[in-house]
């Protein structure tokens, strides 16, 4: 069976083992603990550490780590499944466990010495990660020194290390290399700064270093990465084979689905008990116009849910098979991207008009979906008007000036 969203079941392509059917399970099964906090999640702007402590029991922070180290090396499309299962209860704390999965994904790109620095110390090891970097970096002998601000770091107030980005020039100025530098936060400080409309329970505060040594074998090579060169000596580990571009940006989008679904299911459970003020209508479910908007907002979910695992499973696939996936291809992914948070987006805005003026009352969860979806859905990596550029650049077969992160 597949996921139904309203009353459509999306299919899978590819059924996930069972160990990470559990997990999803797991995720299900947190969801009235997180639905509980999450209005103090939102006003304290920060995950509720009772959420925090409840996934990590249920192992939902090693989804994406490797087996090595007691994870459970899970697919993109699984990663979708569980965070949107968390993002239905709230959308904070699934965009946090989102994050540090996607660092362990990423960590498990770097070189055995690095991997068994973070979690061969403490397979528990939780990881934020920032791709912004900074360009205050000098060259030493074995590695680099930085100094920096890094906005915005979900999970930073939960984690033991952090991903950084740096860039490091050489003696004219110029660019010479980008890279992704993992450092414990015992070195760092976390600057409470994530003052926001949406997603305040993700905590994305800034994150601060000052002449923080790095070694060379915690540094990767962000532009080798987008090529598929990873320095990880494990390559049997098909996870770690996926493409770092449509990795980057299908990270970003389960919270969403979640939230999507959430609103949803909460307008089409209360549409018996509400009327349309200042019409004959003391049901919404009486009301034709409502029928059409929910529809709508249904249809534009399912659309999402379609699309986003769709471009999971073709990622999950490549790896599997050990091909990197086309340029075309990647960056359709990242536009696929964008079109999920439009998508889901819309729909929220539908549902709320079909809902009416009370979504926005404090006391009702619609408004803090409706926050959160708008807040992450600007995230950089997947801007709709970005990523269409770049898929419309690659169906013309235009140089691609904007940005190397496909």
Not at 253 to 266: D, E, F, M, N, T
Request: glycine content about 8%.
């Amino acid at each position: 069976m597949g996921n139904v969203i309203g009353n459509f079941e999306i299919p899978r392509r590819n059924e996930m083992s069972p160990d990470l059917k559990g997990l999803v399970k797991r995720a299900q099964g947190l969801q009235p603990l997180l639905f509980k906090n999450a209005p103090d999640s939102d006003r304290n702007r920060r995950a509720s550490e009772e959420n925090i402590e409840a996934i990590a029991d249920a192992g939902l922070f090693k989804l994406m780590l490797p087996k090595r180290y007691g994870g459970y090396e899970g697919t993109m499309r699984s990663h979708l499944e569980v965070t949107a299962a968390l993002g239905e209860a709230c959308g904070g704390t699934s965009w946090v466990t989102s994050l540090i999965n996607g660092s362990a994904w990423i960590i498990s790109l770097f070189p055995e010495q690095a991997q068994d620095d973070v979690y061969g110390a403490n397979p528990d090891a939780r990881v934020s990660g920032v791709f912004t970097p900074t360009m205050q970096v000098r060259r030493v002998a074995g590695g680099l020194v930085m100094s920096g601000k890094w906005y915005f770091s979900s999970g930073s107030l939960h984690s033991q290390w952090a991903i950084l980005g740096c860039a490091e020039r050489d003696e004219n100025g110029a660019l010479k290399a980008q890279y992704l530098a993992l450092v414990p936060m015992s070195e760092l400080t976390v600057e409470d700064t994530w003052f926001t409309t949406g997603m305040r329970g993700s905590g994305s505060n800034c994150i601060v270093g000052s002449d923080v040594f790095v070694p060379d074998h915690r540094l990767l090579d962000i532009m080798a990465a987008v090529r598929g060169e990873y320095p990880t000596p494990f390559k049997d580990e098909v996870a770690y084979r996926a493409a770092f571009g449509p990795v980057s940006s299908l990270l970003l989008i389960g919270p969403q689905l979640g939230l999507g679904r959430a609103a949803l299911k909460h307008v089409i459970e209360k549409a018996p008990q509400r009327a349309i003020a200042y019409t004959s209508f003391t049901r919404q479910t009486d009301s034709t116009v409502f029928q059409m908007q929910v529809a709508e907002a249904a249809l534009k979910i399912d659309s999402a849910h379609l699309r986003a695992f769709r471009a999971a499973d073709e990622i999950d696939d490549s790896a599997r098979l050990n091909v990197f996936p086309d340029y075309l291809t990647r960056t359709r992914v990242r536009a696929d991207a964008g079109v999920v948070v439009s998508d889901i987006t819309d729909a929220l805005n539908t549902l709320i008009f079909a809902h009416g003026a009370g979504s926005f009352a404090e006391a009702s969860p619609v408004q803090r979906w409706w926050r959160d979806s708008n807040t992450a859905a600007r995230h950089a990596i997947v801007l709709p008007a970005i990523g269409a550029e770049l898929y419309g650049k690659a169906l013309l077969n235009v140089e691609n000036t904007v940005t190397p992160l496909v």
